[in-house]
């Protein structure tokens, strides 16, 4: 965000978009992000994947846990949020405990996506449990996610509370219509 003046008008320039999908990171730049991101109150969507042609986390893929959890508590923070996708992120119980803040708090964020993320039972429980009093988010993306039968059902189980969701993203979750209809 930055201000200029332009003889007697002012002129502001906001960044709204950060889409960062293809390009590798370091923690460092992980944390440089986290600190842009504590400051900003215009980002309203953060984008964020490696490239598409990994098949795998080869070493110059350096976003630890802690490094993807700085950016998720920075989230925390953002009241502008409308689409967020961190995609790939490894965050583990720590990063789902600040992203179900997140969504308990927020009242902007309309997309989540948190594909391939090797979202777990314990971090599926914790964000049902946010989305059961999220009244904002439209559309929610778990997809290529291994969820067990019992992760799905706990992730599902907010859908009996949450009547905003109009869009759930279960593709290669493992997760059946058994689990959804129950």
């Known amino acids: 965000e930055s201000n200029k003046h332009v003889g007697e ?10 889409n960062l999908k293809g390009y590798i990171f370091s923690s460092e730049q992980c944390y440089a992000l986290a600190e842009v991101l504590k400051v ?5 969507t953060l984008k964020i994947a490696p ?3 990994m098949s795998s986390y080869p070493a110059w893929w350096e976003m630890t846990e802690d490094s993807a959890c700085s950016i998720i508590q920075a989230m925390g923070k953002n009241t502008s949020i409308l689409n967020l996708e961190l995609e790939k992120m490894r ?9 179900a803040a997140m969504l308990r708090t927020n009242k902007s964020c309309l997309e989540l996506g948190l594909n391939d993320c090797s979202l777990k039972r314990r971090e599926a429980e914790e964000l049902s449990l946010a989305l059961r009093c999220n009244t904002t988010l439209k559309r929610l993306s ?3 996610n291994d ?4 992760a799905g059902e706990a992730l599902v189980s907010f859908l009996e509370e949450n009547y905003t969701l109009e869009s759930l993203n279960l593709f290669k979750t493992g997760i059946t219509t ?5």
């Not at 900003?40 to 309203?44: A, F, G, V």
């Open 51 to 53: 490239p598409k042609k």
């Open 147 to 150: 969820l067990e039968s019992q």
């Open 9 to 18: 008008q002012k002129v502001e320039r906001k960044v709204v978009a950060i």
């Open 142 to 144: 778990v997809a290529r």
């Open 178 to 182: 058994d689990v959804v209809g129950k």
């Open 91 to 99: 965050f583990g119980e720590g990063g789902a405990d600040l992203l």
């Open 40 to 44: 900003s109150t215009t980002i309203e």
